[in-house]
């Protein structure tokens, strides 16, 4: 018995099989230069400058202008056709090819993707072709395999497809949730029309993880919520967004109220991130929060701001992705609650960081935050690239990263950035110097509203009066102990960046912050800042030598006219030669109602050129 | 002439006679004439239920425990009828709940980067450490008749309460507001409710042979985590 009539296993083929006719193979872009390969794609996907192995691209922009009502409905995944415009560019090639110009003859060639342990064809589309029109043969509205033979193969022996993948990685957490390592088996079989099998192989391809930006991407826009009700304390028009664009300049998008309905967190709405492609694309894409906006009152327009990033954003070359039907979920779900470091050794694309209700002494179990939805946390923890830090965010009436700290751009940083963190101790010292320096040290000084009025101490919601003076503060010694107990956890999350990031204690830059416990006896255990929370600033990335820092104006205690929490955040800043600090006043249309310029701004930065694959 | 007051005159007396007559108990509990009452009730909601339910609990007698052999028979009457027992037996939570709902500064925490989640963390909180079951009746009355009417804030609110005492008598109320739900987000926060509730208690409805049940299956599946 000759090679030619066995197949690669060593059985024994039917009569009138031709072995050499019969090899087809699998070919895809395995050197991802963004172009199919002459190669034959290979049995293993590998990382680095020499790996090998395919990437696909979750396809989760609109590129024909699809205008259902739900956003998620409109993503070129939820189509099965390849859509016109630039949505080739997120097709990858995937083409069948014969070894041999002879017909392949009594034989027919199996295309499919693997049912078990996950039906992946919920996670992959191959399309017939790659050219606008072409349709799903492969995938969720089809089937997990696909059937050839001669008659389709043509004259040049080859089988033109597209492939697309529909979902990101997902790593289950809390014991539920999909486990999605991103990799998809493409096999081939070629196999007689009485089954036995001539040929087969396999290649994997791989999904293009979602990566989160950190802040020394560079910034391309600034969002921001315009809040034009007519409130004269709580809008953002006239004072607020005029400042922060005689800074950001043309970077700044204003978001028109129509589109907010006094919804003003767009922090908190979307993270942009994005997906780097072989063939030099990047797909932006924003994951919107898992949260069910609540922010507008009216049943109607419930959750409007929340469909911003489908109904504003979405279009041709910017992607948008859900992780879950968006619910009342938790405050957690914000993604005020999401950062990502600058990139660390070992972690390129930095490490992400995001908050979760650890159970303290004193906060009632049933009472707590909920930990951030489970889908979202799965992803995150899914792309095996910016591996998550938690840190506890529980002990916050909002609960958010951003609420104390920022990672901030600094070539003397142990890796080129430091930490931003919140110091209450630090605050007290301050308070306690300016006492001393002056026994009249006031805070709050100077406030103003969206019409530019100087506001009262005692016209501020809150407990401001009770805490305008230096002496007040350090007379309440209930306040004074709630700065310690904020500082000691504060402290235990700062050993945690300390560990995870390989930082040393010089790589934070202390800013002082006050915090208060608004509710004790309603709300025991939750704390807010007093003080304008300073470290939730906007970091606008200019270049690489550049950088914005748009920080909460402190209205700290003053002496000589002089805020001290201000002097003490400039010179902290000092010694960083590429950082410029501006300070804006967001106490009224910002920090009164929990949040600050953080809170109330979002960036669109540009990815980095290294790719996530090298 | 405003046939709604001649209407709500004639309900006031009907309940009146009502009452006399809901004296004496039958063997499944409740006197057939409040049993009607009480079905014609479970149909109604926002400001024509509120009228009903009001002039009920003004003339009808104590409602004895819900007969559980019959628990299967018809969950709308039955969760219309542990809704009116709840009234009778804590108005006082009631009460509490309310006054909690109207203290809110609802424009104020709308605003809010917290939104409505300090109310609502707090209100889970109340119902697994303070009000238990007796708060959940008011919780089952706000999903099944003033989804429509009230903020939804309040009605998320609700949800939170029934999340913080997960019992199985929150099945049904949940089943009913789900199987004819629309809105992805109403739903799918349903859902994740019902999926907190006793898992054998959701097993059991999957075998229940019944109308109603044979239809929510696919719901009870899906909190179950099989789809």
Redesign the interface.
């Known amino acids: 018995m000759s090679a030619a009539d066995t197949n690669p296993a060593g059985e024994a083929l039917p009569s009138g099989i031709c072995m050499p006719c019969s090899i087809v193979n699998i070919h895809v872009d395995a050197d991802r230069d963004g172009t199919v390969d002459d190669q034959p794609g290979g049995a293993a996907w590998t990382p680095g400058q020499t790996g090998r192995g395919a990437i696909i691209c979750v396809n989760c922009d609109n590129d024909d202008g699809k205008g259902n009502a739900?956003a998620i409905d409109n993503v070129d995944t939820a189509d099965a056709t390849i859509n016109g415009g630039t949505d080739l560019r997120e097709i990858a090639p995937l083409d069948l090819r014969k070894r041999s110009e002879l017909p392949l003859e009594n034989a027919r060639v199996v295309l499919s993707v693997e049912t078990a342990p996950l039906e992946f064809r919920n996670f992959i589309r191959i399309f017939d072709g790659r050219a606008a029109g072409s349709s799903e043969i492969i995938g969720p509205g089809t089937a997990a395999e696909k059937v050839f033979t001669q008659a389709d193969f043509g004259e040049a022996g080859r089988i033109e497809l597209g492939m697309e993948a529909l979902r990101f990685p997902s790593r289950p957490v809390g014991g539920?949730g999909v486990n999605f390592d991103g990799y998809i088996r493409l096999n081939l079989r070629v196999e007689a029309t009485d089954g036995t099998a001539i040929h087969r192989e396999t290649v994997p391809v791989r999904v293009a993880p979602w990566i989160v930006f950190n802040h020394t991407d560079v910034t391309e826009k600034v969002y921001v919520a315009e809040i034009t009700t007519g409130h004269p304390d709580?809008d953002n028009d006239k004072v607020f967004i005029p400042a922060l664009e005689a800074i950001v300049g043309g970077k700044l998008q204003k978001i028109p109220y129509s589109e907010t309905q006094?919804d003003?967190?767009v922090q908190?709405i979307m993270e942009p991130g994005y997906s780097s492609l072989p063939g030099d694309h990047d797909l932006v894409s924003v994951v919107r929060t898992p949260n069910?906006?609540?922010?507008?009152?009216?049943?109607a327009d419930?959750?409007y701001f929340g469909k911003y990033p489908g109904r504003g954003l979405l279009g041709p070359d910017y992607g948008y992705y859900e992780t879950?039907?968006?619910?009342?979920?938790?405050?957690l779900d914000?993604f005020?609650n999401l950062e990502c470091s600058p990139p660390i050794p070992g972690h390129p694309f930095g490490r992400i960081v995001y908050g979760e209700p650890a159970t303290k002494a004193g906060l009632?179990p049933?009472?707590?935050?909920?930990p951030m939805k489970q889908e979202m946390r799965s992803l995150l923890e899914g792309q095996n690239l910016q591996s998550p830090i938690r840190l506890d965010t529980g002990w916050l009436?909002?609960?958010?990263v951003d609420e104390f700290m920022s990672f901030i751009p600094d070539p003397s940083g142990t890796h080129g950035f430091k930490v931003a963190f919140a110091s209450p101790a630090l605050a007290e010292q301050l308070v306690r110097a300016a006492h001393a320096a002056n026994r009249r040290s006031k805070l709050f000084q100077g406030i103003k509203n969206n019409d530019g009025r100087v506001m009262p101490v005692s016209g501020l919601?809150g407990l401001y009066s009770n805490y305008d003076k230096a002496r007040k503060i350090l007379a309440d010694q209930d306040f004074l102990d709630t700065q310690t107990r904020v500082q000691q956890i504060l402290d235990s999350q700062k050993a945690i960046l300390k560990r995870d990031l390989g930082l040393a204690d010089s790589d934070f830059v202390d800013l002082p912050i006050l915090f208060q416990e608004p509710d004790p006896a309603?709300?025991p255990g939750?704390h807010i800042a007093l003080t304008a929370g300073s470290v939730n600033m906007l970091v606008v990335t200019n270049s690489p030598s550049n950088v914005d820092l748009v920080i909460p104006k402190p209205f700290g205690p003053e002496v000589g006219g002089v805020c001290q929490f201000e002097q003490a955040i400039r010179t902290a800043f000092g010694s960083n030669s590429i950082v410029t600090p501006h300070f804006v006043d967001c106490f009224m249309t910002?920090h009164l109602?929990?949040?600050e310029i953080h809170?109330g701004t979002n960036t669109k930065r540009i990815p980095p050129a290294r790719k996530w694959w090298v | 002439m405003d046939f709604r007051k001649v209407w709500q005159l004639l309900c006031l007396f009907g309940f009146f006679i009502l009452g006399t007559a809901a004296c004496t108990q039958t063997e499944q509990g409740v006197a057939p004439m409040i049993e009607d009452e009480i079905r014609e009730l479970s149909a109604l909601k926002g400001s024509d239920y509120t009228t009903r339910r009001d002039a009920f609990l003004a003339s009808a007698p104590q409602l004895p425990e819900y007969p559980y052999e019959l628990a299967d028979q018809d969950p709308r009457y039955r969760a219309q009828y542990l809704i009116l027992r709840g009234w009778q037996q804590s108005p006082d939570v009631y009460r509490e709940v309310q006054e909690r709902i109207e203290s809110t500064d609802?424009?104020?925490m709308?605003?809010?980067?917290?939104?409505?989640?300090?109310l609502?963390?707090?209100s889970?909180?109340?119902?697994?450490?303070k009000w238990r079951y007796d708060g959940l009746a008011f919780a089952w009355e706000d999903i099944l008749k003033f989804s429509?009417t009230k903020?939804?804030?309040q009605i998320?609110n609700s949800?939170?309460i029934i999340e913080?005492f997960p019992h199985e008598d929150s099945i049904d109320p949940l089943l009913i507001a789900m199987h004819l739900e629309n809105d992805?987000?109403a739903?799918?926060?349903r859902l994740?409710v019902l999926s907190k509730m006793p898992k054998p208690a959701l097993e059991d409805r999957l075998e229940i042979d019944r109308n109603f049940y044979t239809h929510v299956r696919p719901i009870l599946n899906e909190a179950l985590?099989r789809n």
């Open positions: 739900n539920a709580y006094a003003r967190w908190d069910l906006r609540d922010q507008a009152r009216a049943n419930w959750d879950n039907v968006p619910e009342e979920n938790s405050s914000s005020g009632d049933s009472s707590a935050h909920q009436v909002v609960g958010h919601r309603g709300a939750f910002y109602l929990a949040g809170c | 609802a424009e104020f709308g605003r809010s980067a917290a939104g409505f989640f300090p609502w963390n707090g889970r909180g109340l119902s697994a450490s429509e903020p939804r804030w998320s949800l939170f913080g992805r987000s739903y799918a926060r994740t985590g």
